[in-house]
């Protein structure tokens, strides 16, 4: 063997050795937001770190169940959203949608807010404020709706990687320098696929800006205010720390969400948070096994409480699911389910991926979040989206788009209306394009995972990863919109046709004047 080779032969034990971590990172994770929903999106990025030997600081409301070495939990003392919210609040609220949409940015403002409040004079903090400047490689943060831990990284001196556990706010597009294009790209809380009315286009276009705006003259003010009561008052407005987000790690991938304009510094890692199908209790397994004509899953997510379905509605299901020949597995949490009949197997906790990738499930009854839609997506499974809120209905549009899914409005939910919207889903149509819509969102040059693990790497290699953002980032919106450009244009052809005009009055006036004096004249 010539040398070269043999010492190429031991570099490479080495690396294995070492795995694939030439110098280990020190990370932290801030997530405050007490949705277990989102969490599931940053925790297995933060666990992938650990596992490649980077040291992990993680403050968040959820503790690892099982940590490694490396990963450290700092836990947030709030309580968490798990089957805490009721269907019967919105019950009352039919068709004020537009309106709707200012309220839930209300809640979530407020519930930002709060969360800032306790997390910026919390025992966590104070411990992860103990490291000095310089301390961490890199810190990643979940930027939903607000800012303030921003200022955070401003005080430990780290790039910051942004995570977005759904689809772009409209106040994220700005700071990433990603095109906001409202004629397609709904707002979340509108809740459209890409094709859009003239009336969609109009309320989506206003919907976009007016919360953009509302979020600018709102929750960073608010923000700020939190962060100067602890940092002091010459700290900067974290709308400005904002704009040095260095990367975006987003749970999307467009053959689910749709393809959008990204800058290289937002990067979809959708589907981070599946892993391989395992084994399903034996109970579930015979169960799907069994299912000559296939199973259906009712899941309505991890903060909706099916038991608090009003009883009208609750009978309507129930009946409905009675004349289906499918075996129903309901996520439902109590031991009994009036009028429950022979098909319907009632669980309080399901192995969700797990049951969507057995090849009997023929539908996911679903509210639409994200991550549940996500593991349907990847296992080729049709959807009956009942979406309540949050960009429940976005996820749900795009899919009904791709032929996939139904929407089922939860306002005029009748017997009826679920019967047909479950059987028109067994139809073989949806499930290829199920496969199709599968096929596309499996198919990857790497991993979510990895990438995202590439992705952090590089913005601690290169120290923030400054050359992807785009300088759209620094622009005024007057000349990111090119309206600098367009009133000049508009001013010089103002300028033009007015000396147009004048020179057309000058002369014509001129002639009139010879033609009066000649008219004149002959009249002498
Ligand atoms: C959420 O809180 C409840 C009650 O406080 C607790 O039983 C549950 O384990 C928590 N869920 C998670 C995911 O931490
Ligand atoms: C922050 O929390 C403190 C203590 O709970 C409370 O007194 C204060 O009013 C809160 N501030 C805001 C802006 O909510
Ligand atoms: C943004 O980052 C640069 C470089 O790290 C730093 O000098 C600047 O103070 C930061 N600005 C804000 C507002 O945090
Ligand atoms: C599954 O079907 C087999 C054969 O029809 C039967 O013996 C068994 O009891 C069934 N299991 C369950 C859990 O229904
Ligand atoms: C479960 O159902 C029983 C009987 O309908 C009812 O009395 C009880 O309050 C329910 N429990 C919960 C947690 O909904």
Not at 217 to 231: T, Y
Not at 241 to 260: A, D, E, R, Y
Not at 320 to 347: C, F, S, Y
Request: aromatic share 10%; glycine share 6%.
């Amino acid at each position: 063997m010539p040398r070269n080779d043999l010492w190429n032969w031991l570099f490479m034990l080495l690396l294995l050795g070492f795995g694939s971590v030439v110098s280990p990172l020190k990370i932290l994770g801030m997530f405050p937001h007490p949705a277990i929903s989102h969490f599931q999106f940053f925790h297995p990025i933060m666990r992938g770190l650990a596992e490649v030997g980077h040291t992990v600081d993680v403050m968040s409301p959820f503790p690892d169940r099982q940590p490694l070495p490396g990963y450290t939990d700092y836990l947030l003392p709030m309580a968490n959203l798990s089957n805490a919210i009721g269907f019967d609040s919105f019950e009352e609220q039919k068709s004020l949608n537009l309106i709707l949409h200012y309220g839930e940015f209300y809640y979530l403002h407020s519930f930002g807010r709060d969360a800032c409040n306790l997390t910026l004079n919390g025992e966590a903090l104070e411990q992860i404020l103990r490291h000095p400047p310089g301390y961490y490689d890199v810190i990643m943060m979940e930027q939903f709706n607000t800012d303030c831990l921003m200022s955070v990284a401003h005080q430990l001196r780290a790039p910051v990687i942004a995570m977005s556990s759904c689809a772009l706010m409209p106040w994220h597009y700005e700071r990433m320098g990603a095109p906001l294009i409202p004629s397609y790209i709904s707002a979340l809380f509108m809740g459209k696929s890409q094709e859009m009315s003239f009336g969609g286009r109009l309320a989506n276009w206003f919907t976009v800006h007016s919360l953009n705006l509302l979020y600018k003259l709102f929750s960073i003010p608010a923000a700020d205010a939190l962060v100067r009561q602890k940092f002091g008052p010459q700290m900067p407005s974290v709308g400005e720390m904002v704009k040095n987000t260095s990367l975006m790690l987003i749970n999307q991938h467009f053959s689910l969400s749709g393809p959008k304009p990204l800058p290289p510094n937002v990067i979809e890692v959708g589907g981070v948070h599946i892993k391989p199908a395992k084994a399903l209790p034996s109970e579930l397994q015979h169960l799907l096994d069994n299912a000559t004509k296939g199973a259906i899953l009712i899941s309505w997510g991890s903060q909706l409480r099916a038991t608090s379905l009003p009883t009208a509605k609750r009978e309507a299901v129930v009946r409905a699911l009675g004349r289906l020949e499918q075996q129903i597995i309901w996520k439902w949490e109590n031991d009994t389910l009036p009028n429950k009949p022979h098909n319907v197997h009632i669980m309080k906790w399901l192995p969700q991926r797990d049951i969507l990738a057995h090849p009997n499930l023929k539908v996911f009854f679903s509210h639409g979040g994200l991550m549940g839609t996500t593991e349907a997506v990847s296992s080729g499974v049709p959807i009956v989206g009942m979406p309540i809120y949050g960009d429940q209905s976005l996820n749900i549009a795009s899919l009904v788009q791709r032929g996939m899914a139904i929407n089922l409005d939860f306002y005029s939910l009748t017997e009826d209306a679920i019967y047909e919207a479950l059987t028109r889903a067994l139809d073989p149509s949806f499930k290829r394009n199920a496969r199709k819509v599968a096929a596309a969102y499996n198919e990857r040059p790497q991993k979510p995972l990895d990438t995202a693990i590439w992705w952090v790497e590089y913005v601690a290699e290169t120290k923030g990863a400054p050359l992807t953002q785009p300088k759209a980032v620094h622009l005024s919106r007057f000349v990111y919109y090119s309206l600098d450009a367009y009133a000049t244009v508009f001013a010089v052809l103002l300028l033009l046709l007015a000396t147009w005009l004048g020179l057309l009055r000058l002369c014509c006036g001129r002639r009139d004047h010879q033609k009066g004096q000649k008219t004149k004249a002959k009249g002498n």
